[in-house]
């Protein structure tokens, strides 16, 4: 294909700026991208074509503006603003309806192979035998609620997908009533915010109200079809296929409903990670 | 492609007399992109191989085989958290420069001066002879040849890749289908970690050739016009 000879933009006047000149280019690139014959379409002499480049050069200055990152006392709060981005892009993608993938029983990690991860001890030495959940907050009906009442809802099994933060991924087997049917339950207003859930360990964890009522989001009292063991976090954990691995919090003690999270996120969040982490 | 060209003259008396020519060829938004994208980059991947180190392996968790033990001191964040800030913020402008690059690139029109097409690949052959088997230097035409053509739209294809499984990983369940397309989870990190590779191997190339190029094509990356170009 012949390229259409190009007509010069500076012959009128003989002061074309690059970006006219640009424009011209533009059109004529429209019609033929294999371009082969260029004109020179304006002389200049040299200073003013030191002129042009200097202005050109002080365009592309803006970009030195990502060194506000450098900047110590900023970085963190820039890294923070970027971090909250996420976040709240994250919460715009989840999507209520949607399930995470459950795989079949011969996708499973061997229970062996799934690992146990603390931020302390693996087992915080709960009582089991006099074990209750505290359950307080923007809820009808506040108090001591014991396993079995958490049991007699109705019982949920799924094999999915545990991916933790530092990358690795294992498929276990979660059993348990759904969170939601426990909100239902102890009466909880789930026009609220937040669920805040306290541990036998000290760890603190909170999820988002539409996260708690995802139908796959169980509070778990059994892996791998057998009761929690200690390690894993009896008698009760969570397992929350949409969200990371720091979000599944073990030896549950107390839960609230609430509106704020009065600066408590969880504690990895409250060192830095992610606060809404959904998958 | 923009292809104003400058002919530089110096006016003595009566006469005048050419000393170079200068050709336009980074309009202001490639330039632009092309620094946002160098600084990103930089950080993605810096703070990627610190989130790596967190689990340097592609395997089970246990037993554990770490692939390389990466340093530290060549990666961004300190820890994994604070990795994970740098990553999960510069993702962003990341994706911004490249989208507003893609952009520029079809409606503008310039894209025919990046974009290796059928028609480049007769320019293939000759290109390799010159830079790898010492032959003669192909006469140019345009701004790339066509091993740059084709260096820059693949880097742009790994560009449009290590989005895509990066996304893959950030959200394998609300973007199941990409992480299924990718192999699963799993996988999807290792494409990741292998296009982060790829994309080294570029950049790697594009700095010997931009020092092997010298100042006025280095140049044009910041002015935009490239003096005394070969075309």
């Known amino acids: 294909m012949e390229p259409e000879p190009r007509k010069s933009v500076a012959s009128e006047d003989g002061t074309a700026t690059p970006a006219a000149n640009e424009a011209a280019g533009e059109r004529a690139d429209s019609s033929s991208l294999a371009l082969k014959g260029r004109e020179v379409v304006r002389s200049v002499d040299p200073a ?12 592309v200055a803006p970009v030195l503006g ?9 970085q963190q709060a820039l890294l923070k603003k970027g971090l909250g981005f ?9 999507r209520r309806g949607h399930h995470a993938v459950t795989y079949a029983d011969a996708d499973l990690t061997p229970v062996d192979q799934f690992p146990i991860n603390d931020y302390d001890v693996d087992d915080p030495g709960v009582n089991l035998e006099n074990w209750t959940l505290t359950v307080s907050g923007a809820l009808q009906k506040p108090g001591e609620y014991r396993l079995e009442q958490v049991q007699a809802l109705p019982k949920f099994r799924q094999n999915t997908r545990h991916v933790c933060v530092e990358g690795w991924d294992v498929i276990g087997r979660f059993g348990g009533a759904r969170f939601s049917d426990f ?42 079809d057998r009761p929690l063991t200690r390690e894993h976090g009896a008698p009760l954990r969570l397992s929350v296929p949409t969200k990371i691995g720091y979000k599944q919090a073990k030896y549950l003690t107390a839960l609230t409903v609430t509106n704020v999270l009065s600066g408590k996120v969880g504690y990895w969040e409250d060192q830095g990670y992610s606060s809404f982490y959904g998958l | 492609m923009s292809s104003t060209i400058l002919e530089i003259i110096r006016t003595k008396g009566d006469e005048t007399e050419s000393v170079g020519r200068a050709a336009y060829e980074h309009p ?21 191989l610190q989130i790596f180190r967190a689990f340097p392996s592609f395997g089970a968790k246990i037993p554990q085989n770490d692939l390389l033990h990466w340093p530290k001191a060549f990666a961004i964040g300190g820890w994994l958290g604070g990795a994970l800030q740098w ?17 520029y ?42 091993l740059q053509k084709h260096a820059y739209t693949t880097v742009i294809a790994l560009g449009v890749l290590s989005v895509l499984t990066g996304l893959a990983i950030w959200k394998p369940v609300q973007f199941s289908w990409l992480a299924w397309l990718m192999g699963g989870f799993h996988w999807a990190r290792l494409w990741h970690f292998l296009v982060m590779w790829a994309m080294l191997a570029f950049v790697f190339g594009h700095l010997i050739m931009v020092v092997l190029h010298g100042w006025n094509n280095f140049v044009s990356m910041l002015t935009g016009w490239k003096k005394d170009p070969e075309y």
């Open chain 1, 183 to 224: 909100l239902n339950m102890i009466g909880a207003d789930t026009s609220a915010s937040y669920i805040t859930l306290a541990c036998a360990d000290d760890y603190y964890e909170s999820l988002d109200m539409a996260t708690a009522l995802h139908p796959q989001t169980l509070l778990c009292y059994e892996m791998y």
């Open chain 1, 66 to 74: 990502l060194g506000i990152f450098a900047v110590p006392k900023v």
């Open chain 2, 105 to 146: 690139q079809i409606f503008s029109g310039n894209y025919g001066q990046v974009l290796f097409t059928h028609r480049d690949i007769p320019g293939v052959w000759p290109m390799v002879k010159h830079y790898f088997f010492r032959g003669g230097k192909p006469p140019a035409t345009e701004p790339y040849n066509a």
């Open chain 2, 87 to 103: 990553h999960l913020t510069f993702m962003w402008i990341y994706l911004a420069s490249g989208l507003v690059y893609v952009a």
């Open chain 1, 86 to 94: 996420s976040d709240w892009a994250s919460a715009r993608l989840f």
């Open chain 1, 48 to 59: 003013k074509f030191s002129q042009i480049s200097r202005r050109e050069l002080l365009k």
């Open chain 2, 28 to 48: 202001l938004l490639v330039r632009w992109c092309h620094w946002v994208n160098a600084v990103s980059l930089f950080v993605l991947v810096g703070s990627g």
